[in-house]
Every structure is written in C-alpha cells, then in structure tokens.
C-alpha cells in the first residue's frame, strides 16, 4: 500500500526527516487480521520520512507452530526471508512480535549450528546472513534521534490519555534470542507514548501471558488470563492498552467481552496499537479507517480526550 505525504502530515511545516531506508517484513498477520497495524505502521513511516521496502516474494516465518513441530523448517522458514534481506541490504523492520521473534531465533541458531549453515547453504546457495539487523516497531520509535523528531512533529498530543504498555511474551523475550537486558521491565513503548504526550501508567503485568496461543483450545485459561489483565490495568488507572503485538492486541481485544461476561466484570479497554497512536498525534488524516477493526471501539475514548 501507498501512502500519500499529503495525507498523511498534518498542517504544519515538517523539520528535517530521518531520511532513513529499512527492509520490510510484514508478515501474515499484517496481510490479514491486523491490518490496521501494518496500514498505521507504513503511514507513521512515511510521516517520519523512513523508507519501507517491503521483502520481494517474503513467505510465512513458520510462527507460532512450526518449532513445536518441526525444528528444521521452523529455522528455514524465516531463514528464506532472511536470504531476501540479505539480497536488499539493509536493516530490516519486524513490526509482529511473532515474526521478530521467530526470525531472530532463526538466526541465532543458523549462527551456532554448523548443520543447519550446511543445511541453508544447499538452500539458498549463499552464506548465512547472520548479521542482518533486525529491528521491532518499539525498538526503532523508541531509539533517541526518533523520540525526539516523534516530539518534534507532535500535531495532535496524547494529553491526558492514560494507557498501560502491553508488551506480551515475544517481544522481549527469551532474553538470549532477543538480547534484550531489561526484558522483564521493558520501556520503550512508554518512552515512545510519552513523547507523543500521552500518559504512560506504571504496572507490573506489562510482559504478562494474555494467552493468545490457547485461544482456540482453552478459551477457559484465556478468559481468566485476559480477565487478569483488564483488572490490574484498571486498578493502575489506566483507559486503555497499547501494544506492538498482532496476537495480543487480538486476544485482548477479541476476548474483553467473554472475560467480563465470565467473572461478572464490566471493563472496555480499547487496544492500540503504538503505530495508530503515533500517526494519530502526528497528524494523520485517515484513521478512522483503523478504529472500525478494533472490537473495543476506541472512538468515544478518543473523543473524550479531544482526538477525534
């Protein structure tokens, strides 16, 4: 998908932009069920004048089964992607924590097992790419440079939302694929949140199982996990959630209505996701388009604040 610079900047004059071209993989969610992140992904990118080209003919990263099947193709799988990254040399952008952290355990395996390098070489015909960088969306928005030109092109500023950052399982974690030290009390969704000026709410459930894996077969397990969840973030005083997550912005959002109606609760926290939060305080024209995806409406929240 195109998006227009006009459409997407607000009125006033824009400074000087990252100018900066990434890889792009978007995986199949992004392609299907959460589209509205993707769409709000490349509008914000464009805003920021980052360059997104997408993978040429990029393929399922085998997430979320293929390693508890079949270790090979799980590693094969994103190993292919990453043959095509390697082909368009530069950093690539992994905006599903799914994706990212499959790919990145790929990787890290292809670096150690001499097998699976002999295995990818009869493959692709080339030598591992393990050295291509891989980037999650929290990662590069929350870099310095980017919060500050995040500040500097605010149009409509998030004041006085107050949302808890969700990060799940995947993103962060294991912190010996992902190399991330604070992976248990990450922040750079709210350094990302709070530049946009929005209020990010300290809790202690932000990475926290939603149990988006067990949707289909033990919706019991994830009612009580999504009610614990919409509880803790309500106590914390937050109105909503914000996540970098396809399979956690689903479940949580997908799932509110049945968790309530299970435990007699009676919560509506909208999800976001980071992306449609950006572009929304950058000045971005077109997203109502998103919020008619999202299950938990997030218009009259956003109405309230001033938003919409």
Known sequence: MTFQAGACHGDGAADEGMNRELSYYPGCSLHG??????HSTRALCEMLDIHLQELDDWSCCGASSAHAFDRDASVML???????????GKDVLIPCAACYGRTKAAQKSL???AGLQHKYAEQFGSN?????????LPELLSDPDMVEALKQRVRKPLTGLRAVCYYGCLLMRPPSVTQ???YETPETMERVFAALGGTPVPWSYKTECCGGGLVLG???IVNKLVDTLCLQAEEAGAEAFITACPMCQGNLDMRQKDAAAAFGRDYSLPVFYISEL???ALGYARSNGWWRKHLVNPRPLLREKGLQ
């Open 128 to 136: 591992v790419p393990v050295s291509v960088p891989l980037l999650n």
């Open 180 to 182: 991330v030290e604070n």
């Open 218 to 220: 033990r919706p019991d």
């Open 278 to 280: 950006a572009a929304l």
């Open 33 to 38: 069920s959460a589209r509205e992140y993707d």
């Open 78 to 88: 994103p190993a292919r992607n990453l043959a095509i990254a390697a082909q368009q």
């Open 111 to 113: 670096a150690e097992d």
